[in-house]
């Protein structure tokens, strides 16, 4: 957990299985607040955050043995979905065939919130679980407000929550600036390369910070560079956009000419399903069009990236093995922190193109979306919000 400022680890102690220092890993969350909407045009944007459900069980698997350093784009507190904390929502792989019957039972006029919590005491469970990994790893933080489609149990949820988290310490969250000049910086301890993993969570917040981001883009391309695996879930993977870009060393961004990343297959979340909860979910504004500025998907291949559906078999799960597998890995022997000085402009070095097509040449990308985009209604929206909705775990050749 980031509680002020970041311990330096003892290099060392990485591969020494005696020693009792954690691992680390990064959680990069979103700090966005506010969606903005193309359509109704009389509103503007809705209340948005990130997906708690889609970074707790990354924290309970690796919480013994691992030091978590939380970061958002601009240092900011992330915002808790609330419509994330939904029971539906904790069904996880069975969302898709959960939510409408559960907003069913909600809109019943005999509707009463105990007793449908003790008709599902296994989702109440999820829940409890997951915002006790939030009361232990983050601390206080918002939560977004109620949406006119938010589902009926949520209202009185809401401020049971809200009255726990704020009995909590705010945590500290890093900006990416923050922790892209402290690599840079020769004198100072930090560095990505003591980060096995990082993980991003989504939720429709990272549609107003991921996109085109160039603070973001160093990271993602520093994090290449030491090594690190990169998890992506939800609409997180729009982050990828933003690797068409990095910053150089006066603080100001350039493009990419040849990006190692381009070799990773996306998955995420399909527009078909995104149109489907804009029309029956929360995030519609009751008897209007509703529509987000872009569609995740569109904007991924708009970057230049091949996006792709797979079996529906291929579950977040796996995509968590996957996760924990690379996180285990032994790193090369003589590894050493790459990117300690700033990125410079590709005319200041003339190979690096060179280098970089031959990452790409070996690059070992795993990609595991949740399920493919299919033709029952419900199935579309099991693909949409089927516990990942798009799960990608890239690691790239370092160059």
Known sequence: MARGPISPRPKASRRNKSCPTKRRAL?????????????????????????????????????????????????????LDINGMALSVQSIEKTGAKTIPLRMQQRRRSFDVNSFRQRHPEL??????????????????????????????????RPELIRRLDKLPEGTFHSLQELVLRHRDPADPFTFADFDFIHTPGGHAPMVDFRDNPWLGET??????????????????????????????QGHPYLVSDNPFLAATISTVPTIGELFALRFLYPRVPGKRT???????????????????LPQHRRPATGLRAVRAAAHRQRPAGHRPAGRQAAQ??????????????????????????DHTVGDPVEQMDHWIGGGFGYAVIELGSG
């Open 345 to 370: 402009r590709p005319h200041r070095h003339p190979s690096r193109p060179a280098r970089q097509r031959q990452a790409v040449e070996r690059a070992t990308v795993t990609v595991h979306p949740a």
């Open 124 to 157: 109440v469970a999820r829940r409890e679980q997951d915002v006790q990994l939030l009361e232990r790893h983050i601390g206080r933080i918002p939560v977004s407000e109620l949406l006119p489609n938010s589902e009926p149990e949520l209202a009185e949820y």
């Open 291 to 309: 529509r987000t500025s872009y569609f995740v998907d569109t904007a991924v291949k708009e970057a230049g990236f091949n996006t792709c559906d």
């Open 220 to 249: 993602l391309h520093v994090a290449r560079e030491n090594g690190v695996i990169i998890s992506l879930i939800c609409h997180a993977p729009v982050a990828v956009t933003s690797t068409r870009q990095r910053i150089d060393a």
């Open 27 to 79: 959680i990069l969350i979103s700090s966005g607040r506010q969606l903005p909407l193309a359509e109704p045009a009389d509103v503007k944007s809705i209340s948005t955050g990130f997906f708690l459900v889609e970074m707790a069980q990354v924290l309970k698997e690796f919480e013994n043995d691992y030091e978590f350093t939380f970061a958002t784009p601009d240092g900011n507190a992330p915002q």
